[in-house]
Structure formats: C-alpha cells, structure tokens
C-alpha cells in the first residue's frame, strides 16, 4: 500500500468519513452499497492511521458493524463487516467492545453456512479478546472455546475436518497465549490436541500446531529470580545458547514439563522437518522443512526463537545466533528472536496487511503489541 501512504491526508479524511456516514446509516442501502462502503472504509484505515477521525464515531460504529456481521444479506458484507470490526478495533481499542461483540462472533462462528464468515469471526474474536477489554479469566474462556474447535477437527461449530477453520483457531489460540504468563496448568491438554494435529493432511494446520508448540516450551522457561541460584553452567544449556548471541541476555531457568513423551514428539518434529512425499507441492514441502527445522530446534532448546542458527562472528570468533529479521521501511530491520514475537506479528499482519509497517510506526497500540527495538541500517 505504498501508493496509499501517498494519499492527500485531506482526501482520504473526506471518504471516510463519507464512508463512515453511509455505514451507520442503512437505512435505503443496497446490499451493494454497503458492501462497497464497508470495503473502501476497511482499506482507509488499513492504509491509515485514523484513529483521531474514527474516535468520535465508535460507539455507532461497532453497532452498525456487527448489523452487517449478524444480519449480512451476502457472504462478502459479513466478511468485509468482520474484517472492518478487527482493523477498527487495533485503529481504536475500548475496555468494553469485547463484551459487546462476543456473542455475536461466537454465534457467527457456531452458526454461519459460509466458510470464509466463520475463518473471519475466528480471527476476529482473538482480535477483540486482545485488543477489546477481556480480563485474563475471559481470555482463557476465548482459548478453551478456539482449543475446542482444534480437538473437534472443526466439527464442534458445524466445520467438520475443515483445515482452515482449525487454522485460524490454532493462530487465534497461539495469539492470546502470548498474553498470559503462567500457563503450566494448561499446558497439558493444548499439548495434548496440538501434537495429534501434527498428524493433519494440511501443511496449516501442522505448521499453526508446531509453532503453537514452540510457544509453549518457551513460555515454560522464565528468567531467574534474584533471589534463586543460576544452574550449573553447562555449554550446551538453553542460558549459555541464549547469552552467546548476546552476553546480557537473562539467565533462563525450565520451570515445568511441557510434554512427557518428548522423544515422540522430536521424532514426529523431525519426520516432518525432512519430510519426502509427491502429495506435497514443492513450496508446502519447502515450508514444513523450514518451520520444523525451527519448531524441533526450540523444543531441544526453548531459549531459542524462529530461525536460529549456531553461526560464528567472523571479526570476533564468538558464536552467535542469528535470527529472523523484519524490514520496517526506512527505519530499519525488526528482530524476531522469540515465538511469542513471531506470534504477534503473524495476528497484526493478517488483519493489517500491507498497512502493518504505517501502523507500527505510528499506530502507538500496534507498537506497544511488538515493543521491540530497530536496528537501524
């Protein structure tokens, strides 16, 4: 959306607002119409930061949204509804939508006949429950709803064996774990339904499984507390791999088990990071080998994040791990170095696309979700 961020700031303020007026009033509007009103307001404040101009309007905002979310008379109103719902919500949080939009995306998921309606309420309620005002208790309600969904196959919101749905919960579930911070008493059954969904047909499914499996071993490692002794240093420990690429990285210390037959379980990773079959096209082929070569990598070791590699500086000679970057425009490159990262960024571009980078840099909500430091070039 480069040619977006060139837009007049007086243009794009005048169609939407224009759009944002035809959205909350329905009344004599063709199915068309609103579909084209939500569609252009979707793409403005995607392409914008507008949270100064959508403000005012939120409260009969959210309100005409979700008429289009629960009463949609096409497919694409619902859909575009939904995604307008998420991007406006990052654009402008409230403590109090995710109460007012809940049941309605519940429902929308559990009750929709339309596929692509139900993948978008997925995405959407992690948005809400994240950005929307759900405390803790809530946020693990959303988890053991979405955890559902991903033990059923799909088959408990009428989806049966269909990979996308159990995608977008599996990549919704993985999102709000990056909230929480004790996850040991549930741990196990996530575990439980992500290792057997490794057993998937769908490349996206294995893949949202593995990753959400690489989170939950690094979540069980925290840093050690002053007043606790370090563990006994040893070369190939999880603190010394992590202070080789950086010698003022915290000591980090295991806290519980994640999952007891982990032998099985690095054989199954490992199967599928050299996985050989024609079923596959070369580019599925291609991203199973790479995301569990990674995902195997931080069960052996859960200090390390996405993309590590035991790599030498060739000035100094000292190890190091090497991890994945992220361009953001001119300023500079992002480093991905943890799962709970990766995860973040994953759910901020899948609802802000090409309008993640205008965001990050001056969306203070979309910032404060990846807080992490630039490298400038």
Do not use: C
């Not at 799909?154 to 909230?179: K, M, P, R, Y």
């Not at 370090?230 to 990285?249: E, F, H, K, M, Q």
């Amino acid at each position: 959306m480069s040619e977006d961020a060139d837009v007049p700031p007086d243009a794009w303020r005048m169609e939407l607002s224009d759009r944002m007026e035809q959205i909350i009033d329905r009344k004599r509007s063709s199915v068309q119409g609103r579909e084209e009103s939500l569609s252009a307001y979707t793409h403005i404040i995607t392409a914008q930061f507008a949270q100064p101009e959508i403000h005012s309007k939120l409260g009969e905002l959210v309100p005409a949204l979700l008429k289009s979310v629960k009463g949609g008379a096409s497919e694409k109103e619902t859909v575009v509804a939904l995604k307008a719902l998420a991007v406006t919500l990052i654009t402008d949080p409230s403590d109090t939508i995710y109460d007012a939009v809940y049941q309605s995306l519940k429902q929308t998921i559990s009750d929709s006949e339309s596929t692509l309606a139900k993948i978008a309420a997925i995405h959407t309620l992690g948005t809400a429950t994240f950005y929307g005002g759900a405390s803790e208790e809530e946020t693990q309600d959303v988890m053991d709803y979405l955890l559902e969904i991903i033990e059923s196959d799909g088959n408990s919101v009428d989806a049966a064996d269909n990979g996308e749905v159990v995608t977008a919960a599996l990549e919704e579930w993985g999102f709000l774990a990056t909230q929480l911070e004790d996850m040991e008493d549930s741990t196990e059954p996530a575990m439980d339904a992500f290792v057997e969904q490794l057993e998937s047909s769908d490349p996206s499914v294995q893949i949202a499984s593995g990753e959400n499996i690489a989170l939950l071993y690094e979540k069980s490692h925290t840093e050690l507390e002053d007043d606790e002794d370090a563990p006994p240093n040893d070369s190939d420990s999880d603190s010394d791999a992590s202070s080789a690429s950086d010698p003022n990285a915290p000591v980090m210390v295991k806290r519980y088990t994640v999952y007891r037959r982990e032998d099985q379980l690095k054989h199954t990773l490992e199967s599928l990071a050299n996985l050989s079959t024609r079923r596959l096209s070369k580019k599925d082929k291609k991203s199973l080998h790479t995301n569990f070569a990674d995902i195997l990598n931080s069960v052996a070791n859960p200090t390390r994040g996405p993309r590590y590699q035991n790599a030498v500086n060739q000035e100094t000679g000292k190890r190091y791990g090497s991890r994945m970057t992220v361009r953001i425009h001119k300023a500079g490159e992002m480093r991905i170095d943890r799962w709970w990262k990766l995860h973040r960024l994953k759910a901020l571009r899948r609802v802000l696309q090409g309008g993640f980078v205008n965001h990050y840099e001056h969306n203070e909500v979309v910032f404060d979700s990846l807080p992490i430091m630039i490298a400038r070039k």
